[in-house]
């Protein structure tokens, strides 16, 4: 079992900033990927940016330039700074890994952080 955990949401005003973690852990041999996604209220889950275990990084156009994803691979932690926040981008914030562990092939999701952005 690979158990992620999030950590980092809160509430903020508009042009605030956060700094969302994601601690995996358990019988970890390697992680492939790791990503962040969130859900607003009645919208389906969708991709905010992803980061594989080289470095390379994706986001979602309606991040681009203001969320910054990052890893330390030592420590199976993925970082999602955002910054200059709107009031759209008020979701729970989930952390997503998929890798081999000690069961073989895992794909695990976090429980979720909530991330209000209101005046």
């Known amino acids: 079992q690979v158990q992620l955990v999030e950590s980092g949401g809160g509430l903020v005003q508009p042009g605030g900033s956060l700094r969302l973690s994601c601690a995996a852990s358990?019988?970890?041999?390697?992680?492939?990927?790791m990503g962040w996604y969130r859900q607003a209220p009645g919208k389906q889950r969708e991709l905010v940016a992803s980061i594989t275990s080289a470095g390379s990084t994706n986001y979602a156009d309606s991040v681009l330039g203001r969320f910054t994803i990052s890893r330390n691979n030592a420590k199976n932690i993925v970082y999602l700074q955002v910054n200059s926040l709107k009031p759209e981008d008020t979701a729970i914030y989930y952390c997503?890994?998929?890798?081999?562990?000690?069961?073989?092939?895992?794909?695990?999701w976090g429980q979720g952080t909530q991330v209000t952005v209101s005046s």
């Open positions: 358990g019988s970890i041999f390697s992680i492939n990927a």
């Open positions: 997503d890994a998929h890798g081999f562990g000690g069961r073989g092939y895992f794909n695990s």
